[in-house]
């Protein structure tokens, strides 16, 4: 199910990049979190691990890797050697199944094992729909959908892209919607998340850092430092490029209060990817304002379960203001008639060199987003003060 080893999301390689910067010798633990409670088929794990095991046969070609230091040139010459040496190993992956819950643990360096979220997501969402033998629409209607799409966005006059790797129906269906919305609207659609489709299609790839970057600092540093060195610690290995950051890992608010003149001008933007986006939007412009910052020089990347409405009704909000981009991902490329799975893969535990594990956190400004152990949720909003 996964044909390629850059059948994955650009933050993923940009984040290993920076680890193996700055983190060499961390180690990490990872976990599958289940948030729709879907039953699985009986036999799933049994096919999942064999999935797995097939993934240790991947490696990077020499058409990849020519793409990638022409396209990714903020990444280092060493970096493109260490990635035609790295093959996936299976057993850092546990996966077990009792009745129709499976769980999925990820556990080793940090630098090995970050690249296993994205396509093992994708795995588990195509290989649900093909064991419980749910058939999504016809080819034909689907490239119809996907066209439609891509006019009505055009007509928007916005930027968007294809952020549908983790939850989309299958790999077939995933290179079907990309290919033709980009023929459909290239001067709208101009970017995927995913590599292989962005080489595959002439896009732009498209990706910065996740939430793991910031949980691994709070994890090592403490939650008041965490957004502080997360960023500081990005603009030294990137010196200005890959300048989106991400906003909600610890709150938006909390961001912002370290998110002052020095990080808002090094940086191009933020992504919105929790909590109201009217309401974002507004926050961060008034802080962009406030910091004698014009905000029209600035962008709002918005990533947060978007479709059609949600883009329109955004953009004639943010309008004239600031800038925007779209990541459109499950309602791109998985909406063929079944119901997506509401699933992810997050990061648990951290250690560094000399340290114990510690539990990670996401707060994000929306609840039902919380992930990690309760104490350390309970910690955290208490040393945030976050009521």
Known sequence: MIESIIDNDLYKFTMQYAVLKKFPKAKVKYEFINRGKTRFPEGFAEELRKQVKLMANLNLSDAESTWMENRCYYLDPSYFDFLRGYRYNPDEVTIEQNGGDVSVHIQGYWYRTILW????????????????????????????IAQEKALKFEKLGIKLADFGTRRRYSFKNHERIVKTMSQAAPQTFTGSSNLYFAMQNHLTPIGTHAHEWFMFH?????FKMANFLSLQNWVSVFRGNLGI?????????????????????????????????????????????????DPKSKMIVFSDGLDYEAVEKIQNHCKGKINTFYGIGTNLTNDVGVKPLNIVIKITEAMNEGCEWTHTVKLSDVQGKYTGDQKMIVLCKQVLDIT
């Not at 396509?119 to 490239?143: H, N, R, V, W």
């Open 117 to 144: 979220e994205v396509p093992l997501m994708a795995i588990i969402s195509q290989l649900y729909f093909e064991m419980t033998d749910q058939k999504g629409c016809e080819e034909a209607e689907t490239i119809k």
């Open 218 to 222: 709070a994890a090592l540093f403490g």
């Open 245 to 293: 950051a991400l906003s909600d890992t610890y709150t938006t608010q909390k961001f912002f209060d370290v998110f002052d003149t020095m990080f808002a001008k090094l940086f191009d933007g933020v992504r919105h990817d929790s909590g109201d986006p009217i309401e974002f939007a507004d926050r961060t412009i008034e802080h962009y304002k406030n910091l004698r910052i």
